[in-house]
């Protein structure tokens, strides 16, 4: 037989260990303390004091060891909105927390931000000098996106990665955190402010231009002589996408009346949309209007209303000037400190045509001027682009432009209603007050040359210098060239200097044969 032995029984030992990290993954430690190891019913197999020196050295093993102790989260402050994509850049759109767990402090720290596709290039958030042991900073959330944010059509989620470069321990390191960015679909929007609307209104569409563009070319081709630019081209834009189909279609879902004046999740059409789905409700046909407008460089703004959406159109004309092309001033917009005169036109009324859409403009401002006990809140679009840049969707679906023909037709009856309602009042206004000259630009206005020049030259020979450059001006029209010429020599010889005659009388003399 033979005696067996169990050697399993108490074991016990206790120690201490104080070292210095060299680097990130070499330190040195010294280690020391008591221990104790017993067999049953035998003297101790190892008992006593110990002591040491020891060199640890780290690393990481495999692609997803972990390569640092530095906790990072992402809090959103809400979903990222498509449509605002180039204002994160500079506005965040949430936080990263950055917490320290190293044996040592964090230096020279940036964190930066990337979403692959979804971005353009690595956004950098922020950086501190220092982050000191199990000590936390916090670091706006700010992203470089591209144009592919544009194409959720449904909220979704997108992956992303926070990269923290920093010096730890004299060495250069970085780390890379994966997390996940949630995004609304592309038409979602609050009216926190209503100058974030501006930035569905957007000029770069390729799709849009080409068929802004034509309008206006067919416009401008056809332009009345003396009369408002500006407000042309809102009756050729107007007037064009009437003739396109373009109509009012009440959302049920999220209507504007209902929205616009809450914090809840609206959805608003780009332009584009709007142009080839022919419909949208008031605020996105107004963001089509002054999408085209801006688009061939007429400024606008924007007024909500609780029943409509009022489209302003800049006239690039100063206050002292609307009695000159206006009935009255009643129901314009006038800035006497900025020099400027804007009229309103109505997207309730948009597919009835410009006279329509014009009248009922006019009425909603005399209204807003007269309620009391609201705010409306007037945004110039330009100027919301500062802060809230265009967002620029396009599909490469191009829309057809109305048939010429009918284009000028309709804008041809708009501009004669505009004659027969206002400019005809100015007219009666110049020819009872006895100033010829200004007789004669309002009949200029009218297109009734004959007797702008009868008029013209009644003020001329009663030494009117204006006058006889406008009678000049009006043979130009006539093509009577040799007579203009004459006529701007005239002016010269009782006003050298004149800077009208004189670039008249070289655009003369050019055309004579």
Same mark, same amino acid.
């Given at each position: 037989?033979?005696?067996?032995?169990?050697?399993?029984?108490?074991?016990?030992?206790?120690?201490?260990?104080?070292?210095?990290?060299?680097?990130?993954?070499?330190?040195?430690?010294?280690?020391? =303390?008591?221990?104790?190891?017993?067999?049953?019913?035998?003297?101790?197999?190892?008992?006593?004091?110990?002591?040491?020196?020891?060199?640890?050295?780290?690393?990481?093993?495999?692609?997803?060891?972990?390569?640092?102790?530095?906790?990072?989260?992402?809090?959103?402050?809400?979903?990222?909105?498509?449509?605002?994509? +180039?204002?994160?850049? !500079?506005?965040?759109?949430?936080?990263?927390?950055? #917490?320290?767990?190293?044996?040592?402090? %964090?230096?020279?720290?940036?964190?930066?931000?990337?979403?692959?596709?979804?971005?353009?290039?690595?956004?950098?958030?922020?950086?501190?000098?220092?982050?000191?042991?199990?000590?936390?900073?916090?670091?706006?959330?700010?992203?470089?996106?591209? /144009?592919?944010?544009?194409?959720?059509?449904?909220?979704?989620?997108?992956?992303?990665?926070?990269?923290?470069?920093?010096?730890?321990?004299?060495?250069?390191?970085? +780390?890379?955190?994966?997390?996940?960015?949630?995004?609304? !679909?592309?038409?979602?929007?609050?009216?926190?402010?209503?100058?974030?609307?501006?930035?569905?209104?957007?000029?770069?569409?390729?799709?849009?231009?080409?068929?802004?563009?034509?309008?206006?070319?067919?416009?401008?081709?056809?332009?009345?002589?003396?009369?408002?630019?500006?407000?042309?081209?809102?009756?050729?834009?107007?007037?064009?996408?009437?003739?396109?189909?373009? !109509?009012?279609?009440?959302?049920?879902?999220?209507?504007?009346?209902?929205?616009?004046?809450?914090?809840?999740?609206?959805?608003?059409?780009?332009?584009?949309?709007? %142009?080839?789905? %022919?419909?949208?409700?008031?605020?996105?046909?107004?963001?089509?209007?002054?999408?085209?407008?801006?688009?061939?460089?007429?400024?606008?703004?924007?007024?909500?209303?609780?029943?409509?959406?009022?489209?302003?159109?800049?006239?690039?004309?100063?206050?002292? #000037?609307?009695?000159?092309?206006?009935?009255?001033?009643?129901?314009?917009?006038?800035?006497?400190?900025?020099?400027?005169?804007?009229?309103?036109?109505?997207?309730?009324?948009?597919?009835?045509?410009?006279?329509?859409?014009?009248?009922?403009?006019?009425?909603?401002?005399?209204?807003?001027?007269?309620?009391?006990?609201?705010?409306?809140?007037?945004?110039?679009?330009?100027?919301?682009?500062?802060?809230?840049?265009?967002?620029?969707?396009?599909?490469? /679906?191009?829309?057809?432009?109305?048939?010429?023909?009918?284009?000028?037709?309709?804008?041809?009856?708009?501009?004669?209603?505009?004659?027969?309602?206002?400019?005809?009042?100015?007219?009666?206004?110049?020819?009872?007050?006895?100033?010829?000259?200004?007789?004669?630009?309002?009949?200029?206005?009218?297109?009734?040359? +004959?007797?702008?020049?009868?008029?013209?030259?009644?003020?001329? !020979?009663? =030494?009117?210098?204006?006058?006889?450059?406008?009678?000049?001006?009006?043979?130009?029209?006539?093509?009577?060239?040799?007579?203009?010429?004459?006529?701007?020599?005239?002016?010269?010889?009782?006003?050298?200097?004149?800077?009208?005659?004189?670039?008249?009388?070289?655009?003369?003399? /050019?055309?004579?044969?």
């Amino acid at each position: 037989s033979s005696d067996s032995q169990n050697f399993a029984d108490l074991y016990y030992r206790g120690y201490g260990e104080i070292g210095f990290r060299l680097n990130p993954s070499l330190s040195i430690n010294a280690v020391g =303390g008591y221990q104790s190891f017993l067999c049953s019913g035998s003297p101790a197999v190892l008992s006593g004091p110990f002591a040491g020196i020891s060199l640890r050295i780290t690393g990481s093993v495999g692609a997803n060891a972990k390569k640092s102790a530095i906790d990072i989260k992402v809090v959103q402050e809400s979903d990222v909105f498509p449509v605002f994509s +180039t204002v994160y850049a !500079n506005e965040p759109f949430g936080s990263i927390l950055i #917490q320290n767990d190293e044996g040592a402090e %964090l230096r020279d720290v940036h964190v930066s931000f990337r979403a692959g596709k979804y971005t353009t290039e690595l956004k950098e958030c922020g950086s501190v000098a220092r982050i000191n042991r199990h000590s936390s900073v916090e670091i706006p959330l700010y992203a470089n996106f591209s /144009s592919d944010i544009l194409n959720f059509t449904e909220n979704g989620k997108i992956s992303a990665e926070i990269v923290v470069d920093y010096e730890f321990l004299g060495k250069k390191m970085s +780390t890379v955190e994966p997390v996940i960015i949630s995004v609304y !679909n592309r038409n979602a929007f609050i009216w926190s402010d209503a100058a974030s609307l501006a930035a569905f209104i957007s000029p770069d569409s390729q799709e849009l231009s080409a068929f802004a563009k034509e309008i206006i070319g067919i416009t401008r081709a056809n332009l009345y002589t003396g009369m408002n630019a500006n407000l042309q081209y809102a009756i050729g834009i107007i007037e064009g996408l009437k003739l396109a189909g373009i !109509n009012y279609s009440g959302d049920t879902v999220t209507p504007f009346v209902d929205y616009y004046s809450t914090y809840d999740l609206d959805s608003i059409q780009y332009p584009l949309q709007t %142009l080839q789905y %022919l419909s949208g409700d008031y605020d996105d046909l107004g963001i089509l209007v002054c999408s085209c407008l801006q688009i061939v460089d007429v400024p606008t703004g924007y007024i909500a209303t609780p029943d409509d959406f009022l489209v302003l159109v800049k006239l690039n004309m100063s206050p002292s #000037q609307v009695l000159n092309n206006f009935e009255s001033d009643e129901g314009l917009l006038l800035d006497k400190e900025a020099d400027e005169v804007y009229m309103a036109l109505s997207m309730k009324n948009l597919e009835k045509g410009f006279t329509k859409s014009f009248e009922a403009g006019r009425e909603a401002i005399v209204r807003c001027f007269e309620d009391e006990e609201n705010y409306y809140e007037f945004v110039d679009t330009v100027d919301a682009w500062t802060v809230y840049k265009p967002a620029t969707y396009s599909n490469g /679906s191009f829309v057809d432009t109305p048939k010429q023909e009918e284009l000028l037709k309709n804008i041809n009856a708009a501009i004669n209603q505009y004659i027969s309602s206002d400019i005809n009042v100015v007219i009666d206004r110049a020819r009872t007050s006895g100033d010829a000259n200004r007789l004669g630009v309002a009949l200029i206005r009218a297109g009734r040359f +004959t007797e702008a020049k009868s008029a013209f030259t009644k003020a001329a !020979n009663a =030494g009117s210098v204006s006058a006889m450059n406008n009678v000049a001006n009006i043979l130009m029209i006539e093509k009577n060239y040799t007579a203009a010429a004459a006529q701007y020599r005239k002016v010269l010889e009782k006003s050298p200097n004149n800077s009208i005659a004189i670039k008249g009388l070289e655009n003369a003399t /050019s055309k004579i044969e």
